[in-house]
């Protein structure tokens, strides 16, 4: 006994499982927080910013270090036959260069150069306009991967209260045709004339069908809701309740559609992107253009060798690959061409420019057809879902009164199935048009360039 007080004790002492329990804004807000996908777009603003570093380091110095350490011939004496250093008549120098009488020597080189571009007539500045101009187009990139998420909640969240409330009009349902199948098999019982065994079969064929939209409406509502953990960043296991008890249609906006399309020509990111991708690509086929163009640099170079068993040789008019040092500042030109490739590569970044511009044409057009497309959807739906409200409870009283008919034994089973059956088409049609009038007005936002 005392075991068994022990664990119901441990039990009542236990805490519950935390319930978090979030409004839409919530919803919302903590997705934008744990999607990776708004990662995934930062990151290729860190690589367009790279861009951009190494566009502008480009026109920094430049080193370059060589250095190895090899085996040569050893080499004693001087520049003339048997070594000798010097010579007054036949004098021959001396051909025993692949000869090991003095043995060998390591040989070591060392060179150098720093260069500092001095101009490149624009190739430069090109890739750097071009690549800050994409640095904007991948932050933009941002923007629109966030309303695409917010989208994906909405839908979620509006889906999910339309899949319960849709499961409470089932479960009302199955009851009251519940109530109704054993008041017949009472009556059946009783052998009192007031039902038929078919009014049985009547609302028991009834019963299976609400216990088949059960299963489906329930199954929408569990997906609807792990949908909704995996956006918001939630653990699958966490239990996860909404604020908003019914699903409920949102207010329907004053603005005109011409006060909309002016919203979207003037807030939409896209037409921001267009703008900055034309500047990168005018920038990029001006540098194109300039690459058949030189570049002048500036600098200083030096060279070293060093061969401990050769004996240098100090003639200035004779260059000694194994033994000197050199080092001087510089100024220098470099200048390299394809004359057929070069011009193939600014005709493909124009028609990349030419492509971008007529994009650019066809979104000035497109993007006011999308915001008349929302609009319209959301004004018809609006005046559908008030038609199906006004529809749905006039169904519901028809539902009613039919049943309450039915219990005094005024009417068949067979009205009330019809009475049912038009009440659970009516408010599941309501909440269909509920669901989609929120999702369109969310969509009319997005595409009107009104980011939250």
């Not at 006994?1 to 022990?6: A, S």
């Not at 120098?93 to 150098?112: A, I, N, V």
């Not at 037409?271 to 002048?296: H, T």
């Not at 970044?349 to 057809?369: M, T, V």
Request: charged share 25%; aromatic share 10%.
């Amino acid at each position: 006994m005392k075991t068994l007080l022990f664990f119901i004790v441990i039990f009542i002492s236990a805490p519950a499982a935390a319930v978090t329990t979030i409004n839409l804004d919530q919803a919302i807000e903590m997705s934008l927080l744990a999607d990776p996908r708004i990662e995934e777009k930062r990151a290729y603003v860190r690589k367009a910013q790279a861009l951009l570093q190494e566009a502008e380091g480009s026109g920094g110095l430049r080193y370059s270090i060589d250095a190895y350490l090899a085996i040569t011939t050893g080499v004693d004496g001087g520049f003339y036959e048997n070594g000798e250093t010097s010579c007054t008549t036949d004098c021959a120098p001396r051909d025993d260069t692949y000869e090991f009488e003095d043995g060998l020597s390591l040989w070591s080189t060392f060179t150098f150069s720093i260069i500092k571009p001095l101009t490149t007539f624009g190739q430069l500045e090109g890739y750097q306009e071009a690549a800050r101009n994409n640095i904007l187009i991948k932050q933009q990139d941002i923007t629109l991967e966030k309303e695409a998420i917010k989208l994906d909640v909405v839908r979620a969240y509006n889906g999910y209260l339309a899949a319960r409330d849709g499961r409470y009009l089932l479960q009302d349902t199955k009851k009251r045709l519940q109530s109704a199948h054993d008041l017949v098999k009472g009556w059946l019982d009783e052998d009192n004339g007031k039902a038929k065994l078919s009014d049985q079969y009547a609302l028991e064929a009834g019963l299976g069908l609400v216990e088949s939209l059960l299963a489906d409406t329930s199954a929408l509502e569990a997906i609807a809701m792990e949908g909704l953990k995996l956006l918001t960043g939630l653990d699958r296991s966490e239990q996860l309740e909404l604020e908003d008890r019914r699903l409920r249609a949102g207010a329907l906006p004053d603005n005109t559609l011409d006060e909309w399309i002016e919203i979207a020509l003037s807030n939409r990111v896209e037409f921001k992107q267009v703008e900055a991708g034309l500047a990168a690509r005018r920038a990029l086929v001006a540098a194109k253009r300039a690459s058949k163009k030189p570049i002048i640099f500036a600098g200083i170079a030096g060279s070293a060798a060093y061969a401990p068993n050769r004996d240098h040789l100090d003639n200035p008019h004779i260059f000694d690959p194994f033994n000197h040092a050199a080092l001087s500042p510089l100024i220098g030109m470099r200048w390299q061409w394809e004359a057929d490739a070069q011009p193939a590569r600014v005709a493909q970044e124009q028609a990349e420019l030419d492509a971008l511009l007529h994009k650019a044409s066809f979104a000035r057009k497109g993007i006011p057809f999308q915001v008349a497309e929302q609009f319209h959807y959301v004004q018809a739906k609006y005046k559908s879902l008030n038609a199906m409200k006004n529809s749905a409870q006039s169904a519901r009283r028809w539902m009613i009164a039919s049943y309450t008919d039915f219990e005094a034994g005024l009417e068949e089973a067979d009205k009330i199935l019809t009475a049912l059956q038009a009440y659970v088409l009516a408010y599941a049609e309501y909440l269909k048009i509920v669901n989609d009038y929120n999702n369109h007005l969310s969509k009319l936002n997005s595409v009107s360039g009104v980011y939250e």
